[in-house]
C-alpha cells in the first residue's frame, strides 16, 4: 500500500525549540508539499518542493524552514517554535503533471504540534 | 489570487439520505478538481477528482458535478452512512498545485 509517512503523530515543544518534521513517501512522486490545517483556515501551504534540493516558498513560510535532500524525504524545520505555530501539520506528495496529465496529492496522517 | 470556499461548515443528515456537499472557485484557470474526506485525526484521503473537460463524474456511492460557468463544483454521497461522517473539502488547481477550500463538516444521523 502506497502511503506517505510522518514520523510523529503528536509532538510536544517548548517555546524556542528548534523542531523537526519529517515526511517521507514510497511512490517515487517528484512533489511534495507541507502544510497547516487550523480550524477555520483549512489548508495552508508552508512550503513545496519540486524536485531533489529544491524548494519554493508557499504563502505562509515565515518561520519555517524545509530541506529536501532526497527525493524521498521532505523535512519541515521550525527553527525557533513559537505558541502560534502550535497547528495539524500535514505533509502530502504528487506526480509532477505533464502536459494534460493530472495527479492529486497523497497525504500523511497528521503531526500535531503543541508548542508550550 | 485564487480562492476555493464550501457554502457551509457543517451540514446533518439522516442515515440512509443523500448529502450534497457544495464547493465554489475563483480562478477560471483550474482545470483538475478534487474532493477529500478527512476522518478525526487522519490525514485527507481521496474520494474523486474530475477535469474541466467533464460536467459529471460517477463513483461508488458519490457524485461530483461541475458547473464552469458559475465556478460551481459539488459532491453528493448516495445513502448517507455513520462511516461518512468527516469533514469533506474540495481543491482546485493547475499545473502543480492546488487550492483547498476549509471544509465542510458532514455529520449523519443514526
Known amino acids: 500500500d502506497v502511503k506517505v509517512t510522518q514520523s510523529s503523530r503528536y509532538l510536544v515543544k517548548r517555546t524556542g525549540e528548534k523542531v523537526f518534521l519529517e515526511c517521507v513517501q514510497d511512490m517515487d512522486h517528484e512533489n511534495m508539499f507541507w502544510y497547516r490545517q487550523d480550524p477555520g483556515l483549512g489548508l495552508r501551504l508552508i512550503y513545496f518542493?519540486?524536485?531533489?534540493?529544491?524548494?519554493e516558498k508557499g504563502d505562509i513560510p515565515e518561520g519555517y524552514s524545509v530541506s529536501r535532500e532526497k527525493k524521498e524525504r521532505f523535512s519541515l524545520i521550525l527553527e525557533s517554535a513559537s505558541t502560534n505555530q502550535t497547528s495539524m501539520y500535514l505533509c502530502?506528495?504528487?506526480?509532477?503533471?505533464?502536459?494534460?496529465?493530472?495527479?492529486?496529492?497523497?497525504f500523511g496522517s497528521g503531526t500535531r504540534l503543541t508548542v508550550v | 489570487g485564487e480562492s476555493v470556499g464550501l457554502h457551509l461548515p457543517t451540514l446533518s443528515v439522516q442515515e440512509g439520505d443523500n448529502s450534497i456537499i457544495n464547493c465554489a472557485y475563483s480562478?477560471?484557470?483550474?482545470?483538475?478538481f478534487i474532493w477529500y474526506k478527512q476522518e478525526s485525526g487522519k490525514g485527507p484521503q481521496f474520494i474523486i477528482d474530475i477535469r474541466s473537460n467533464m460536467d459529471k463524474r460517477q463513483g461508488q456511492r458519490v457524485t461530483v458535478l461541475l458547473n464552469k460557468t458559475v465556478k460551481h463544483l459539488s459532491l453528493q454521497i448516495a445513502a448517507t452512512q455513520p462511516g461518512d461522517s468527516a469533514v469533506y473539502f474540495c481543491?482546485?488547481?493547475?499545473?502543480?498545485?492546488?487550492?483547498f477550500g476549509t471544509g465542510t463538516s458532514l455529520t449523519v444521523i443514526p
Open positions: 502530502a506528495s504528487s506526480f509532477k503533471n505533464r502536459g494534460a496529465l493530472r495527479s492529486g496529492y497523497t
Open positions: 481543491a482546485g488547481g493547475w499545473d502543480n498545485q492546488f487550492y
Open positions: 480562478n477560471s484557470a483550474s482545470d483538475y
Open positions: 518542493s519540486y524536485d531533489v534540493k529544491m524548494k
